[in-house]
């Protein structure tokens, strides 16, 4: 007989979609602007205080749901929102226990809301901070009318996601590049938004420097850190890509050393193919302009050939009938 799908989401078969991380790095190990760490570290402490708020102080008996910390990080792809997620797990000595929606989803259609429901089960029974990666998935707003199969099951999800949350008395992350898509519900279940910009020139320049082992790499004499951050405007995550792809370079001419023009190479090869996803397949391109053109023209003269005939064999009953 075959495992229920709890069973299979939690064993080997479920690790792409549910995953339990021992944290490793901390909040040193990341660079923000300075808004974001602050609105961060007040997060953190709402974590730490959280039991002399509900339990000394008493508002735990005047509050009987709703108790859990809910935490919303929104901001570009490759901001640092995952490795937060990661450091204040670490920082409180808990697990991560990180869930991937998009494959949670595709791995059990008609089954997603049980899912939810096992997420939050496991999150308790490890002692883990529940994180949610691509969170406007499972969040987004619910369908008005829904009369499809794929809306019903999308509104349940949210309905269930929106109980377990009231009920639950933990850490949840959200993590989101869209927060504008979230079903307004969670407007006042989550504690607090972080949101996480674009590091200026002084952040790029330090993310530049923690990608790099400090003894181990070897840097030749004309790397300029500082001129990289001046001249790319990336998120870190481009940058650590662009890092490796550097090192690799450098490895692959026989080279001894890291030079400047490895990592400017490797940053516009990291931009270039960032332009490349965000083409679309329907954009208009000069070869495809004739196709584009004379398609309509085709389905329209075939139209009204079909029209034609439909008329005239209308009429040619009518006169039968008539008859």
Not at 45 to 68: M, S
Not at 188 to 200: D, K, L, S
Not at 253 to 275: G, L, P, T
Request: glycine residues 8%.
């Amino acid at each position: 007989m075959p495992a229920p799908p709890l069973f299979t989401l939690f064993s080997g078969r479920g690790r792409r979609a549910v995953e339990t991380v021992t944290p490793e790095r901390t909040l040193a190990d990341v660079v923000l602007p300075p808004q974001t760490r602050r609105t961060l570290d007040e997060a953190l402490a709402q974590v730490r205080n959280h039991a002399l708020i509900f339990g000394r102080w008493g508002l735990g008996e005047r509050h009987a749901t709703g108790l859990g910390l809910a935490f919303n990080f929104a901001g570009p792809p490759g901001t640092g929102k995952t490795i937060c997620a990661e450091a204040i797990a670490h920082s409180l000595g808990m697990k991560l226990l990180v869930v991937d929606y998009a494959e949670l989803e595709s791995m059990w259609v008609g089954e997603t809301p049980k899912n939810v429901v096992g997420a939050f089960r496991a999150a308790v029974e490890q002692n883990a901070v529940l994180f949610f990666d691509e969170a406007d998935g499972i969040a987004g707003r619910r369908s008005t009318g829904a009369s499809l199969p794929h809306q019903r099951e999308g509104n349940l999800t949210v309905n269930v996601l929106l109980r377990e949350l009231e009920s639950f008395n933990g850490i949840v992350i959200f993590a989101t590049n869209l927060a504008a898509n979230f079903d307004p519900a969670f407007e006042r279940r989550i504690r607090t938004h972080v949101r996480f910009e674009m590091p200026g020139v002084e952040e790029r320049e330090r993310i530049w420097e923690v990608q790099i082992h400090p003894k181990k790499t070897p840097l030749s004499s004309d790397v300029d850190f500082h001129e990289l951050a001046e001249k790319y405007e990336v998120a870190g995550g481009d940058i650590k890509n662009a890092v490796i792809k550097a090192a690799g370079a450098a490895a692959a001419d026989r080279e001894a050393r890291i030079h400047q023009r490895h990592f400017e190479r490797a940053i516009e090869e990291v931009i270039a193919a960032k332009q490349v996803m965000k083409q679309s397949l329907f954009e208009e391109q000069p070869s495809m302009m004739p196709l584009t053109v004379t398609m309509p023209r085709a389905v329209t003269a075939a139209l009204w050939m079909a029209g034609a005939s439909l008329i005239a064999a209308l009429t040619a009953l009518a006169i039968v009938l008539l008859r």
